[in-house]
């Protein structure tokens, strides 16, 4: 029986010496996610802004609960994703027609209404229902189940995320918010509060690019690309000889499960604080901070590239630090711990930040503090988190044990939404409780996980 598994360790003809499939899926994420966060860097300043500047006019309330069922519905449709891939069509499939659903979504936003606004949204949730967990599920299956590259490789999976989350920002959010570009239009003869749609058009055309590149590839993702079968997937062949053939979960897969469920809780919490990032840290940055820095002003969505650019610059490091610690490094309810603690530091600094607001507007600092710290926290969970459930899920349900992972994001970005409803622009006392409680729940969450990982650990068995 022929094994990627066994070709897997050999082959290390990718990016940082990673097999080549790396590659495609590398660049196919990276605009995949430049289309998806530039979109999300506007969303909801588009719907808070009054309808004379182009917006809808929205409350914070509304605008917070759409945008957290728009996130939560965007994670949660990985789980049918995930089936249709492993039953159905194929991973690789899957991912071309999540892509060209997701292109349409985001023209569809160009109309200047709410049939386009919301019918654009229900297209970009569908479409990534079925990238989404494909695409790390393939990742994984680039591996064999304890081929120490596998961290590393997600690792560097999530810099091409995160460089397309660094560009989409600058591009979408100058289009939208820019007096510069709206004065273009309004010499083109265009309404200048027509600025907001062409930043949802950039977000299409990135997927369009995203798309062009995976076809032009296509062929390195030949032996990965298909439906669920045993001898294309490394995991299975440790247990072909031994599991009973009519079986359907053994004990031991069971146990891993459990372990996974046990992250999934944590895994909710951190990503319902770290999204605030795209909704009531963003409107801080829009009410409440002056957009200036060394004399260069910039439009408040801008800030949201921070993130990602920590990222691309700190993970290599954790690539290299993982790879260097080897059998030393923390387990992965030990990175998982790790994360929340920085998480819940990072959302800290917010208090004094929020407290500053009654003297005025205050430094962007605050904010690039914040998503420094917030960054280390999720270098140390979520890419460990996708590579542990490629590690952990049974290999013939490994796209839909993907997508029920990404449920628990789901949750966090309801709930995220729920939380930043909380925001309020001209109440000190209200934001210093809305950041004072993430803190401690973070903090308090992570400290708490660091007593289970023994326990966790157990349920893993020989996985780390």
């Known amino acids: 029986m022929t094994n990627l598994a066994s070709d897997a360790v050999l082959e290390t003809g990718g990016l940082g010496g990673h097999p080549r499939g790396m590659n495609v899926l590398f660049f ?54 995930g089936f249709i891939a492993d039953r159905l069509i194929g991973a690789r499939k899957a991912i071309l027609l999540g892509g060209i659903i997701i292109a349409l979504g985001h023209f569809t936003m160009i109309m200047p209404n709410l049939t386009g606004f919301f019918g654009g949204m229900l297209l970009i949730v569908l479409g990534t229902g079925l990238l989404k967990p494909n695409i790390s599920t393939m990742v994984g299956r680039l591996y064999h189940i304890n081929d120490p590259r596998r961290d590393a490789g997600f690792s560097i999976f999530y810099m091409g995320i995160n460089m397309g989350a660094t560009m989409s920002p600058i591009v979408c959010g100058y289009l939208a918010q820019s007096d510069g570009f709206k004065e273009i239009l309004a010499q083109a003869g265009i309404p200048a509060e027509a600025s907001w749609h062409f930043g949802f058009a950039a977000a299409g055309v990135g997927m369009c690019i995203g798309l062009a590149h995976l076809l032009m590839q296509w062929h390195l993702l030949d032996k ?41 809780i944590f895994n909710a919490l951190f990503w319902s604080i770290y999204e605030q990032g795209g909704s009531s840290l963003n409107l801080f940055a829009d009410k409440c901070t002056n ?52 998480l819940g530091i990072g959302i800290a600094i917010m208090v004094p930040a929020a407290i500053l607001t009654a003297q005025g507007k205050v430094s962007p600092l605050f904010l690039i503090a914040v998503y420094f710290v917030e960054t280390v926290g999720e270098l140390c969970l979520s890419p460990v988190g996708l590579s542990t459930v490629t590690k952990l ?46 803190a401690i729940a973070a903090i308090g969450a992570g400290a708490f996980l660091a007593l289970l990982t023994p326990y966790i650990k157990k349920l893993m068995g020989s996985v780390k």
């Open 224 to 264: 990965i690309g298909g439906k669920f079968k045993p001898e294309i997937v490394p995991q299975i062949a440790e247990s072909n000889s031994s599991a009973p053939a009519k079986s359907i979960f053994t004990a031991d897969e069971w146990k891993k499960l459990g372990a996974l469920l046990c992250l999934f």
């Open 28 to 81: 196919t994420e990276l605009w995949e996610r430049f289309s998806y966060y530039g979109m999300r860097a506007i969303l909801i300043l588009f719907m808070v802004a009054p309808a004379v500047q182009g917006g809808l006019g929205f409350s914070v309330e509304r605008a917070s609960d759409i945008y957290g069922w728009y996130t939560m519905c965007v994670y949660l449709t990985s789980i049918p994703g």
């Open 291 to 342: 957009n200036s820095l060394f004399g260069f002003t910039f439009e408040s969505s801008w800030l949201q590239a921070f993130q990602p650019v920590y990222v691309i610059l700190l993970a290599p490091v954790f690539s290299w630090l993982w790879i260097k610690l080897g059998e030393e490094q923390p387990s992965s309810p030990g990175k998982f711990a790790l994360g929340l603690l920085f």
């Open 393 to 438: 899920a049974p290999a013939r349900l490994a796209s839909l044990t993907m997508g029920g992972w990404f449920v628990s994001t789901a949750i966090g970005n309801k709930m995220a939404g729920y939380f930043s409803g909380f925001f309020k622009e001209g109440s000190t006392d209200a934001m210093v409780f809305l950041f004072g409680a993430m």
